[in-house]
């Protein structure tokens, strides 16, 4: 068995993995990360592609920003669709100039493996029967069988960054989590196209068919979705019959629509709001989907992985630097309070947005009048626009030895 040793042991590579791993190599922590799927798998995942400010902030001051520079598509506003008409938002001046970029998450996770190569610091794909064991001890062991041989990394600490589906969060003792969870009852069909974006911002549609979305992935790629029941079979959809419904739903009175294209991806994403409560048990520390999941309606999921690991990285720094540990006992307290008001914010997104399938004729004309209210009130916008590009951060980016 080959032994290996580590200050901190990371299983996942994903966003907050990553990330995570090139801020303690920033401090000179060392990490190993471990992830069970392949590269190739976890580059080409399409998931968000909605960067907060700080998130962007985060990244340029990291020094991983340079494609985010280059390709990244700002957008300073979006626009709420009803009634068959848009209605702007202008975020950036509602928040003294911030605002969202569009980059895919798969891009970050690209930019952030190139970062962790040049690092030469261990990263372990395709691992296999990964386990995490005496979490509650002083030398928590990350197991895992790579090629032929097998693996033990005895660590001072575990992130756990493996995602909903991870094994870090069930290696937790039964009892010692509070788990919230709503499941709705619709999904969202999303698909990739050939197709320039027709417009240069994102279009949320309240529609009486069901919420649409129009998004971009870049100059040449519109990512789209519509609202479909949850287990609704992909093959019942034709590329003809996604584009009519799309453009039933978005097609506005002044003429805009959608540009149609090929599409060269399509699939049904069920939605939930979860979250796990501690996110922490002994030296395991959970950090973005494997603690908490967001419906995709406001944008937080990959932005919530990022502040979560920016508290443990601050946590993580104070400990090797001054053998402080009461930063890493606040890491939970500290992270739920910005993930519930996450929750919170896409939760009303959602419900704001969506038709649900008990609702009747009050209900949707509720939405009307609650949205005619958000685009003809500045204070209820800049209450959108200050959510939606991103809440301060709960610790600075000097705590990390990063500076803008």
């Known amino acids: 068995m080959g032994g290996l040793r580590t200050q901190v042991g990371i299983v996942g590579a994903g966003p907050a993995g990553l990330l995570l791993g090139h801020l303690l190599h920033l ?22 592609g909605v960067l907060e400010q700080g998130t962007v902030d985060l990244l340029n001051a990291m020094g991983v920003g340079a494609g985010l520079q280059r390709e990244g598509l700002r957008h300073d506003g ?31 996770v690209k930019d952030l493996i190139e970062a962790r190569v040049v690092t030469a610091r261990p990263l372990y794909f395709e691992a296999e029967r990964v386990s995490v064991e005496a979490l509650d001890s002083s030398t928590p062991v990350i197991r895992f069988r790579h090629g032929d041989a097998d693996h033990q990394i005895d ?34 069909l999303g698909i990739l196209a050939e197709a320039p974006p027709s417009c240069d911002e994102l279009v949320y549609t309240c529609h009486e068919r069901g919420f649409a979305l129009f998004s971009m992935r870049s100059s040449k790629i519109t990512r789209l979705y519509f609202q479909v029941p949850p287990d609704e079979p992909i093959e019942n959809w034709s590329d003809d019959a996604i584009w009519g419904e799309m453009l039933t739903r978005m097609t506005t009175s002044d003429g805009w629509s959608p540009s149609v294209g090929r599409i060269i991806q399509k699939g049904v994403t069920p939605m939930r709001s979860f979250v796990a409560a501690p996110m922490r048990y002994g030296r395991l520390f959970l950090a973005g989907d494997a603690a908490h999941i967001v419906p995709p309606t406001g944008a937080k999921g990959l932005n919530l992985a990022a502040s979560d690991v920016l508290v443990l990285a ?74 939606y590009v991103g809440l301060p951060a709960e610790v600075s980016f000097e705590s990390v030895g990063l500076s803008l």
Not at 31 to 43: L, Q
Not at 156 to 183: K, M, N, Q, W
């Open 314 to 387: 601050r946590a993580l720094k104070a400990f090797y630097e001054r053998r402080r540990t009461d930063w890493l006992d606040e890491y939970s307290g500290v992270c739920l309070r910005r993930v519930w008001k996450a929750q919170r914010f896409s939760w009303w997104m959602t419900s704001t947005l969506h038709r649900s399938p008990d609702d009747n004729a009050f209900d949707h004309q509720r939405q009307l009048a609650d949205l005619d209210y958000l685009t003809n009130s500045r204070a209820a916008m800049t209450s959108l626009a200050e959510q």
């Open 155 to 188: 660590c001072d600490f575990i992130a756990g960054c493996d995602g909903f589906h991870g094994v870090c969060r069930p290696s937790i003792p039964d009892g010692l989590l509070t788990v919230y969870e709503r499941v709705y009852p619709f999904g969202w």
């Open 78 to 108: 979006l626009y709420i669709s009803f009634r068959g008409q848009r209605h702007h938002i202008d975020m950036a001046d509602l928040t003294s100039g911030r605002a969202i970029t569009v980059y895919g998450q798969n891009e970050v």
């Open 27 to 48: 401090n000179g922590i060392d990490s190993v990360i471990v992830e069970n799927r392949t590269r190739e798998y976890v580059i080409d995942r399409v998931r968000a």
